[in-house]
Protein backbone atom coordinates (compact mmCIF):
# COMPACT_ATOMS: atom_id res chain seq x y z
CA UNK A 1 0.00 0.00 0.00
CA UNK A 2 2.96 2.45 0.96
CA UNK A 3 4.16 1.66 -2.93
CA UNK A 4 1.19 2.83 -4.04
CA UNK A 5 0.37 5.83 -2.33
CA UNK A 6 4.17 7.18 -2.60
CA UNK A 7 4.11 7.71 -5.79
CA UNK A 8 0.16 9.55 -6.16
CA UNK A 9 1.64 11.72 -2.98
CA UNK A 10 4.69 12.94 -5.28
CA UNK A 11 2.74 13.22 -8.11
CA UNK A 12 0.24 15.84 -6.24
CA UNK A 13 3.05 17.75 -4.69
CA UNK A 14 3.96 18.07 -8.48
CA UNK A 15 0.82 19.25 -9.70
CA UNK A 16 0.60 21.71 -6.67
CA UNK A 17 3.93 23.38 -6.95
CA UNK A 18 3.10 23.78 -11.09
CA UNK A 19 0.03 25.12 -10.15
CA UNK A 20 1.62 27.63 -7.30
CA UNK A 21 3.70 28.98 -10.17
CA UNK A 22 0.87 29.49 -12.31
CA UNK A 23 0.25 33.66 -12.32
CA UNK A 24 -3.71 34.88 -13.13
CA UNK A 25 -4.27 38.08 -14.68
CA UNK A 26 -7.78 39.79 -15.55
CA UNK A 27 -8.43 42.47 -18.42
CA UNK A 28 -11.20 44.76 -17.76
CA UNK A 29 -13.66 45.51 -21.02
CA UNK A 30 -16.63 46.87 -20.84
CA UNK A 31 -20.33 44.88 -22.11
CA UNK A 32 -20.33 42.20 -23.25
CA UNK A 33 -22.24 43.73 -26.64
CA UNK A 34 -19.25 46.19 -27.53
CA UNK A 35 -15.82 45.61 -29.37
CA UNK A 36 -13.79 45.69 -26.02
CA UNK A 37 -15.38 42.46 -24.96
CA UNK A 38 -13.95 40.02 -27.43
CA UNK A 39 -10.54 41.63 -27.66
CA UNK A 40 -10.06 41.62 -24.29
CA UNK A 41 -11.49 37.75 -24.03
CA UNK A 42 -9.48 36.82 -27.03
CA UNK A 43 -5.75 38.68 -25.89
CA UNK A 44 -6.72 36.61 -23.03
CA UNK A 45 -7.06 33.16 -24.81
CA UNK A 46 -3.89 34.13 -26.79
CA UNK A 47 -1.62 34.54 -24.06
CA UNK A 48 -3.42 31.43 -22.03
CA UNK A 49 -2.36 29.58 -25.13
CA UNK A 50 0.93 30.91 -25.67
CA UNK A 51 2.67 32.05 -22.51
CA UNK A 52 3.55 29.08 -20.09
CA UNK A 53 2.30 29.27 -16.42
CA UNK A 54 -0.31 31.99 -17.62
CA UNK A 55 -3.75 32.31 -17.26
CA UNK A 56 -5.36 35.69 -18.62
CA UNK A 57 -8.96 36.29 -18.19
CA UNK A 58 -11.86 38.47 -19.80
CA UNK A 59 -13.96 40.49 -17.45
CA UNK A 60 -17.07 42.65 -18.36
CA UNK A 61 -17.25 45.88 -17.17
CA UNK A 62 -18.96 49.58 -17.67
CA UNK A 63 -16.15 50.79 -19.55
CA UNK A 64 -13.32 52.99 -19.83
CA UNK A 65 -14.06 55.17 -16.72
CA UNK A 66 -14.70 51.99 -14.50
CA UNK A 67 -11.96 49.63 -15.63
CA UNK A 68 -9.58 53.31 -14.37
CA UNK A 69 -11.33 52.10 -11.18
CA UNK A 70 -10.62 48.87 -11.47
CA UNK A 71 -6.86 49.24 -12.10
CA UNK A 72 -6.69 51.57 -9.03
CA UNK A 73 -8.59 49.40 -6.67
CA UNK A 74 -6.05 46.12 -7.62
CA UNK A 75 -9.23 44.36 -9.18
CA UNK A 76 -8.12 44.44 -12.73
CA UNK A 77 -4.55 43.95 -14.05
CA UNK A 78 -4.79 45.11 -17.25
CA UNK A 79 -7.70 47.13 -19.17
CA UNK A 80 -8.87 48.40 -22.35
CA UNK A 81 -8.71 52.18 -22.43
CA UNK A 82 -10.53 54.76 -24.89
CA UNK A 83 -7.69 57.32 -24.88
CA UNK A 84 -9.43 60.47 -23.94
CA UNK A 85 -10.53 58.63 -21.06
CA UNK A 86 -7.07 57.63 -20.06
CA UNK A 87 -5.26 61.22 -20.63
CA UNK A 88 -8.30 62.73 -18.47
CA UNK A 89 -7.44 60.15 -15.57
CA UNK A 90 -3.30 60.71 -15.83
CA UNK A 91 -3.78 64.73 -15.87
CA UNK A 92 -6.97 64.73 -13.25
CA UNK A 93 -9.27 66.16 -14.98
CA UNK A 94 -12.77 65.83 -17.07
CA UNK A 95 -14.49 62.61 -15.59
CA UNK A 96 -11.34 62.67 -12.59
CA UNK A 97 -11.13 66.21 -11.94
CA UNK A 98 -8.86 66.03 -8.71
CA UNK A 99 -8.36 62.28 -8.48
CA UNK A 100 -5.55 61.95 -11.01
CA UNK A 101 -4.24 58.23 -11.55
CA UNK A 102 -0.86 59.14 -11.59
CA UNK A 103 0.04 55.22 -12.04
CA UNK A 104 -1.23 54.62 -14.92
CA UNK A 105 0.76 53.19 -17.80
CA UNK A 106 0.07 52.16 -21.53
CA UNK A 107 1.22 49.08 -22.87
CA UNK A 108 0.58 49.52 -26.24
CA UNK A 109 -2.31 50.37 -29.00
CA UNK A 110 -5.09 48.38 -29.96
CA UNK A 111 -7.25 49.98 -33.12
CA UNK A 112 -8.65 53.54 -33.21
CA UNK A 113 -11.75 55.05 -33.41
CA UNK A 114 -11.14 57.07 -36.58
CA UNK A 115 -12.91 60.86 -36.43
CA UNK A 116 -15.59 61.40 -38.90
CA UNK A 117 -16.92 64.76 -38.87
CA UNK A 118 -19.67 64.55 -41.83
CA UNK A 119 -20.85 67.72 -43.64
CA UNK A 120 -23.39 68.62 -46.21
CA UNK A 121 -21.06 70.04 -49.20
CA UNK A 122 -23.38 73.21 -49.83
CA UNK A 123 -22.13 73.99 -46.15
CA UNK A 124 -18.35 73.00 -47.09
CA UNK A 125 -16.22 75.64 -47.42
CA UNK A 126 -12.46 74.83 -46.58
CA UNK A 127 -13.61 71.23 -46.62
CA UNK A 128 -12.09 70.94 -42.81
CA UNK A 129 -13.62 70.40 -39.64
CA UNK A 130 -13.60 73.94 -38.97
CA UNK A 131 -16.29 74.12 -41.38
CA UNK A 132 -18.88 72.52 -38.59
CA UNK A 133 -19.19 76.54 -37.05
CA UNK A 134 -22.94 78.33 -37.14
CA UNK A 135 -24.31 74.37 -38.64
CA UNK A 136 -26.79 72.27 -36.89
CA UNK A 137 -24.09 69.67 -36.00
CA UNK A 138 -24.88 66.28 -34.24
CA UNK A 139 -22.32 66.05 -31.16
CA UNK A 140 -23.60 62.26 -30.50
CA UNK A 141 -26.50 61.13 -27.94
CA UNK A 142 -26.05 63.18 -24.53
CA UNK A 143 -23.11 62.01 -22.08
CA UNK A 144 -21.51 59.44 -24.43
CA UNK A 145 -17.98 58.48 -25.44
CA UNK A 146 -18.77 60.48 -28.69
CA UNK A 147 -20.18 63.58 -27.05
CA UNK A 148 -17.42 64.27 -25.13
CA UNK A 149 -14.65 63.31 -27.66
CA UNK A 150 -16.69 66.00 -30.23
CA UNK A 151 -16.77 68.51 -27.61
CA UNK A 152 -13.08 68.30 -27.08
CA UNK A 153 -11.86 68.34 -30.91
CA UNK A 154 -14.39 71.34 -30.99
CA UNK A 155 -12.16 73.37 -28.08
CA UNK A 156 -9.20 72.34 -30.56
CA UNK A 157 -10.18 74.75 -32.82
CA UNK A 158 -11.80 77.26 -30.49
CA UNK A 159 -15.74 76.16 -30.67
CA UNK A 160 -18.31 75.20 -28.47
CA UNK A 161 -21.62 73.72 -28.40
CA UNK A 162 -22.23 77.89 -28.57
CA UNK A 163 -20.65 77.66 -31.91
CA UNK A 164 -23.54 75.22 -33.25
CA UNK A 165 -27.00 74.21 -33.48
CA UNK A 166 -26.55 71.04 -31.01
CA UNK A 167 -28.39 67.71 -31.98
CA UNK A 168 -27.46 64.54 -29.97
CA UNK A 169 -28.61 61.85 -32.17
CA UNK A 170 -27.41 58.17 -32.61
CA UNK A 171 -25.38 57.69 -35.79
CA UNK A 172 -27.98 55.99 -38.40
CA UNK A 173 -30.55 58.73 -37.28
CA UNK A 174 -27.61 61.50 -37.66
CA UNK A 175 -27.57 60.38 -41.59
CA UNK A 176 -30.73 60.02 -41.56
CA UNK A 177 -31.66 63.48 -40.79
CA UNK A 178 -29.08 64.60 -43.03
CA UNK A 179 -30.62 62.94 -45.94
CA UNK A 180 -34.82 64.30 -44.96
CA UNK A 181 -32.56 68.19 -45.10
CA UNK A 182 -32.74 68.64 -41.13
CA UNK A 183 -29.60 68.38 -40.22
CA UNK A 184 -26.13 69.98 -41.65
CA UNK A 185 -23.93 67.22 -39.93
CA UNK A 186 -22.36 65.19 -37.60
CA UNK A 187 -19.75 63.63 -35.68
CA UNK A 188 -19.81 59.92 -36.11
CA UNK A 189 -16.32 58.27 -34.99
CA UNK A 190 -15.90 54.30 -35.29
CA UNK A 191 -13.41 52.28 -36.98
CA UNK A 192 -13.00 51.98 -40.61
CA UNK A 193 -15.20 51.63 -42.28
CA UNK A 194 -18.54 53.11 -40.49
CA UNK A 195 -21.66 51.80 -41.44
CA UNK A 196 -23.60 54.74 -41.52
CA UNK A 197 -20.98 56.44 -43.60
CA UNK A 198 -21.55 53.84 -46.38
CA UNK A 199 -24.99 54.56 -46.16
CA UNK A 200 -24.09 58.50 -46.37
CA UNK A 201 -22.08 57.75 -49.92
CA UNK A 202 -23.97 54.99 -50.89
CA UNK A 203 -27.87 56.30 -50.89
CA UNK A 204 -26.38 60.02 -52.28
CA UNK A 205 -26.49 62.36 -49.35
CA UNK A 206 -24.92 65.05 -51.12
CA UNK A 207 -22.13 65.38 -48.04
CA UNK A 208 -18.81 64.82 -47.31
CA UNK A 209 -16.26 63.88 -44.39
CA UNK A 210 -14.39 66.70 -43.80
CA UNK A 211 -10.92 66.53 -43.36
CA UNK A 212 -8.38 67.20 -40.31
CA UNK A 213 -5.17 69.60 -41.25
CA UNK A 214 -2.03 69.73 -39.34
CA UNK A 215 -2.37 72.71 -37.77
CA UNK A 216 -5.89 71.58 -36.24
CA UNK A 217 -4.11 67.95 -35.01
CA UNK A 218 -2.04 69.66 -33.36
CA UNK A 219 -4.29 72.33 -31.77
CA UNK A 220 -6.65 69.52 -30.39
CA UNK A 221 -3.54 67.52 -28.67
CA UNK A 222 -2.47 70.90 -26.52
CA UNK A 223 -6.23 69.95 -25.12
CA UNK A 224 -5.54 66.39 -24.49
CA UNK A 225 -2.74 64.83 -26.54
CA UNK A 226 -4.35 61.57 -27.82
CA UNK A 227 -4.88 62.01 -31.37
CA UNK A 228 -3.18 60.47 -34.13
CA UNK A 229 -2.88 60.90 -37.68
CA UNK A 230 -5.22 58.81 -39.94
CA UNK A 231 -5.50 58.44 -44.03
CA UNK A 232 -8.80 56.73 -44.91
CA UNK A 233 -8.21 55.08 -48.44
CA UNK A 234 -9.20 56.20 -51.28
CA UNK A 235 -11.96 53.78 -52.86
CA UNK A 236 -13.09 52.81 -48.74
CA UNK A 237 -16.20 54.64 -49.19
CA UNK A 238 -18.68 54.50 -52.00
CA UNK A 239 -17.83 57.44 -54.77
CA UNK A 240 -15.15 58.60 -52.85
CA UNK A 241 -12.15 58.15 -55.21
CA UNK A 242 -9.50 60.11 -52.84
CA UNK A 243 -7.78 59.33 -49.36
CA UNK A 244 -9.27 61.74 -46.42
CA UNK A 245 -7.12 62.86 -44.14
CA UNK A 246 -8.60 62.89 -40.39
CA UNK A 247 -7.24 61.56 -37.29
CA UNK A 248 -7.88 58.96 -34.86
CA UNK A 249 -8.40 58.37 -31.09
CA UNK A 250 -6.80 55.17 -29.87
CA UNK A 251 -8.17 52.26 -27.50
CA UNK A 252 -5.37 51.11 -25.70
CA UNK A 253 -4.23 48.54 -23.37
CA UNK A 254 -3.20 49.69 -20.12
CA UNK A 255 -2.00 48.62 -16.22
CA UNK A 256 -0.95 50.00 -13.28
CA UNK A 257 2.68 50.75 -12.96
CA UNK A 258 3.55 48.10 -10.29
CA UNK A 259 2.49 45.48 -12.57
CA UNK A 260 5.16 43.48 -12.67
CA UNK A 261 7.82 44.12 -15.53
CA UNK A 262 9.01 40.38 -16.96
CA UNK A 263 4.92 39.94 -16.89
CA UNK A 264 4.18 42.92 -19.52
CA UNK A 265 7.45 42.43 -21.25
CA UNK A 266 6.40 38.58 -21.91
CA UNK A 267 2.38 39.67 -22.73
CA UNK A 268 3.87 42.43 -25.21
CA UNK A 269 6.04 40.16 -27.11
CA UNK A 270 3.45 37.28 -27.35
CA UNK A 271 0.93 39.71 -29.11
CA UNK A 272 3.86 41.03 -31.93
CA UNK A 273 5.23 37.50 -32.05
CA UNK A 274 1.21 36.01 -32.84
CA UNK A 275 -0.24 38.80 -35.09
CA UNK A 276 -2.02 36.24 -37.02
CA UNK A 277 -3.76 35.04 -33.85
CA UNK A 278 -4.80 38.36 -33.12
CA UNK A 279 -5.92 39.98 -36.19
CA UNK A 280 -8.50 36.74 -35.67
CA UNK A 281 -10.11 37.81 -32.61
CA UNK A 282 -11.83 40.44 -34.41
CA UNK A 283 -12.01 42.45 -37.02
CA UNK A 284 -10.69 45.39 -34.67
CA UNK A 285 -7.90 43.47 -33.62
CA UNK A 286 -6.47 43.47 -37.55
CA UNK A 287 -5.68 47.12 -36.54
CA UNK A 288 -2.86 45.93 -33.88
CA UNK A 289 0.87 46.05 -35.32
CA UNK A 290 3.84 47.34 -34.52
CA UNK A 291 3.37 50.06 -37.07
CA UNK A 292 0.72 51.80 -34.60
CA UNK A 293 1.69 50.22 -31.43
CA UNK A 294 2.56 54.18 -30.37
CA UNK A 295 0.18 55.87 -31.64
CA UNK A 296 -1.78 58.06 -29.37
CA UNK A 297 -0.72 56.68 -26.31
CA UNK A 298 -1.96 58.82 -23.42
CA UNK A 299 0.15 57.68 -20.74
CA UNK A 300 3.41 56.97 -19.79
CA UNK A 301 4.72 53.04 -21.26
CA UNK A 302 4.80 50.51 -18.38
CA UNK A 303 8.60 49.63 -18.29
CA UNK A 304 8.46 46.20 -19.27
CA UNK A 305 6.27 47.27 -22.64
CA UNK A 306 8.63 50.34 -23.10
CA UNK A 307 11.84 47.38 -22.75
CA UNK A 308 10.13 45.39 -25.09
CA UNK A 309 9.74 48.11 -27.53
CA UNK A 310 13.21 48.92 -27.11
CA UNK A 311 14.93 46.32 -27.66
CA UNK A 312 13.41 45.98 -31.10
CA UNK A 313 14.32 49.06 -32.02
CA UNK A 314 11.08 51.37 -31.79
CA UNK A 315 11.85 55.06 -31.19
CA UNK A 316 10.04 56.05 -27.81
CA UNK A 317 8.75 59.68 -28.01
CA UNK A 318 9.84 61.33 -25.02
CA UNK A 319 6.59 62.09 -23.69
CA UNK A 320 6.39 58.17 -23.37
CA UNK A 321 9.04 57.12 -21.59
CA UNK A 322 8.31 55.76 -18.02
CA UNK A 323 9.73 57.79 -14.95
CA UNK A 324 10.91 53.55 -14.33
CA UNK A 325 13.19 53.76 -16.95
CA UNK A 326 15.30 56.68 -15.70
Not at 209 to 221: G, P, R
Not at 260 to 277: C, G, R, S
Amino acid sequence: MKKIIAPIFIVLVLVLSACGDTKYLSVATASSGGTYYPIGVGLGHLWTETMEEMKVTGQSSAGSIENIDLLRKGEADLAILQGLIGAQAIEGSGSFEGNAYKELRSILMLWGNVEHFVLMNNKVETGTIEDIEGTSFSVGPQASGTEESTITIMQGFNLTKDNITTEYLGYDDTVSAMRDGRLDGGSLPAGVPVSSVMDMYASGVNASVLEVTDEQLESINNIYNTWYRFVIPAGTYPNVDEDINTIAMPNFLAGSADLDEEVVYELTKAVYENLDQVHEIHSSAKEVSLETALDGLPAPLHIGAYNYFVEIGLEIPDELVPPEAN
